[in-house]
């Protein structure tokens, strides 16, 4: 059975950085798509960034407009670096994967001070 735990949460300055990551446990099918989405209060869930492989090297990354040039993310335990961060990015943030089907992490909070 697939299962998803994200870290790396937490409370920081704007301005400031954080890291999240996201472990998987399971079987995991080499062509998939990772990544992290996020819901703010009142808010619906958002897509932050994703990562899919067709199953060899090659690798595609997408990310919102909102974070492009801030935020990276990779494979490797599904990282995504977080940098030059506003009070906007608050929210709680998802690990995602999608095989044959979704799979969710119950989350991480992640709050950025003005």
């Known amino acids: 059975q697939v299962q998803l735990v994200e870290s790396g949460g937490g409370l920081v300055q704007a301005g400031g950085s954080l890291r999240l990551s996201c472990t998987l446990f399971?079987?995991?099918?080499?062509?998939?798509?990772m990544g992290w989405y996020r819901q703010a209060p009142g808010k619906q869930r958002e897509l932050v960034a994703t990562?899919?492989?067709?199953?060899?090297?090659t690798t595609t990354t997408n990310y919102a407009d909102s974070v492009k040039g801030r935020f990276t993310i990779s494979r490797d335990n599904v990282y995504l670096q977080m940098n030059s961060l506003t009070p906007e990015d608050t929210g709680v943030y998802y690990c995602?994967?999608?095989?044959?089907?979704?799979?969710w992490g119950r989350g991480t909070q992640v709050t950025v001070s003005s």
């Open positions: 995602y994967l999608h095989t044959y089907r979704d799979y």
């Open positions: 399971g079987v995991i099918p080499s062509r998939n798509t």
């Open positions: 990562i899919t492989s067709g199953g060899t090297t």
